[in-house]
Nanobody, 119 residues
Framework: VQLVESGGGLVQPGGSLRLSCAAS????????MSWYRQAPGKERELVAV????????QYADSVKGRFTISRDNAKNTVYLQMNSLKPEDTAVYYC?????????????WGQGTQVTVSS
């Protein structure tokens, strides 16, 4: 199983980035996918979630209206479009896949990609 994030980097306040997470080794289309982030000295927090078929999405209040989560099940990839970035969005962003089947929760994590918002 692998989740490989890409697309992070340094961006100025007000700028945009698109993160990608390529999945392999599991049935991607059966898993809900999420993006989390963790800033230095803070706990990891949920940023956005998308259900397996993409029909439902949820966002943290801090990113609503600025971030958009999407997925392409044909490419086994989930995305996070981040617009109007703020310095407080600086964090390591992690991709997560999960499902519950027959009472067992399956969850996978990527290695993370750094996003730095600074002038």
């Amino acid at each position: 199983v692998q989740l490989v994030e890409s697309g992070g980097g340094l961006v100025q306040p007000g700028g945009s980035l698109r993160l990608s997470c390529a999945a392999s080794g599991f049935t991607f289309s059966s898993y809900s996918m999420s993006w989390y982030r963790q800033a230095p000295g803070k706990e990891r927090e949920l940023v956005a979630v998308i259900t397996s078929a993409g029909g439902s999405k949820q966002y943290a209040d801090s990113v609503k209206g600025r971030f958009t989560i999407s997925r392409d099940n044909a490419k086994n990839t989930v995305y996070l479009q981040m617009n109007s970035l703020k310095p407080e969005d600086t964090a390591v962003y992690y991709c997560n896949g999960y499902r519950t089947r027959l009472g067992t929760r399956y969850t996978y994590w990527g290695q993370g990609t750094q996003v730095t918002v600074s002038s």
